[in-house]
């Protein structure tokens, strides 16, 4: 049996290679050719510079990588038109990009168009199309896109405070829907806090705080949430929300990817393929 000291040890050292490995690779994605070569990377790079309210960086790594049709980048893009972040709102691009984003795969676009489409004020309400993207994102494990999917044509009373929540956002009710996630998280509910945490990350209905987004995801992240878990990876990356921590952000990176979240995923491959 390996001593429990060897096993930190090892532990450590695997962290650090990985740190180091990230910093190697983050100080290297700063022109186009190098995102296109590392889009896990680039579109790490630019969710840390969106932190920043960056939008106009941020833009250029995710339209770098849209043209190749990374689904992630294509969501962001959605995210900035639809929210008028860094170039006035504009709900017709926002669809255009939700919906090449889902049909590469992407299950953040597929619930988000599913919400809209269901919600019916953003955009014009198709309960076929809606069916159709909360369908393909439950398909890819989405438990919210599920449950999601079961309220489709019931009555708005059986809906649970957290689908309220969602579905004021998808209705352009930011304000309305930040308060309810503050309730719900404020009782204990991860996923709710974690959306909390990108409403202060945005400003979207709360005051952009980028420190209290860190605070409510590490919250987040601590009850379990994969998103909340790469989202704070990122954060203690960068340095952006929070002092950076290269192992504690790896130690998230992990945790999240062991939950099948994709950017994590990607991330970490990108990693091993870098030190290899």
């Keep these: 049996m390996t001593p429990l000291p060897a096993l930190r040890f090892i532990r450590l050292a695997a962290w650090c290679l990985l740190c180091?490995?990230?910093?190697?690779?983050?100080?290297?994605?700063?022109?186009?050719?190098?995102?296109?070569?590392?889009?896990?990377?680039?579109?790490?790079?630019?969710?840390?510079?969106?932190?920043?309210?960056?939008?106009d960086f941020a833009r250029t790594v995710w339209q770098?990588?849209?043209?190749?049709?990374?689904?992630?980048?294509?969501?962001?893009?959605?995210?900035?038109?639809?929210?008028?972040?860094?170039?006035p709102a504009n709900m017709t691009k926002a669809e255009a990009l939700y919906t090449a984003a889902a049909s590469s795969g992407n299950f953040k676009a597929q619930y988000r168009l599913g919400l809209l489409y269901y919600a019916g004020s953003l955009l014009p309400r198709d309960i076929d199309k809606a069916r159709l993207f909360l369908t393909l994102a439950g398909a890819d494990g989405d438990k919210d896109a599920r449950a999601m999917l079961l309220q489709l044509g019931q009555p708005q009373s059986q809906r649970t405070p957290l689908?309220?929540?969602?579905?004021?956002?998808?209705?352009?009710?930011?304000?309305?829907?930040?308060?309810?996630?503050?309730?719900?998280a404020d009782a204990g509910d991860a996923t709710a806090q974690a959306r909390l945490a990108w409403a202060y990350e945005a400003g979207r209905g709360v005051t952009m705080d980028l420190q209290e987004a860190a605070r409510r995801f590490e919250l987040a992240a601590q009850a379990g949430n994969a998103e909340a878990q790469y989202a704070l990876a990122v954060m203690l990356r960068t340095g952006r929300g929070r002092a950076a921590d290269l192992p504690q952000s790896a130690r998230w990176l992990e945790k999240a990817a062991a939950q099948n979240h994709p950017a994590a995923q990607a991330a970490q491959a990108s990693s091993r393929a870098a030190a290899e």
Aim: proline share 1%; aromatic share 12%.
């Design 64 to 87: 770098t990588l849209a043209e190749v049709g990374n689904g992630d980048a294509l969501f962001n893009l959605g995210v900035l038109a639809e929210d008028g972040l860094g170039e």
């Design 20 to 55: 180091s490995t990230w910093g190697f690779v983050w100080g290297q994605d700063s022109e186009r050719s190098d995102w296109l070569r590392n889009p896990a990377m680039g579109n790490y790079k630019a969710y840390a510079e969106f932190k920043m309210a960056h939008y």
């Design 163 to 184: 689908q309220q929540a969602e579905l004021l956002g998808a209705s352009g009710q930011h304000e309305q829907a930040a308060a309810l996630y503050s309730s719900l």
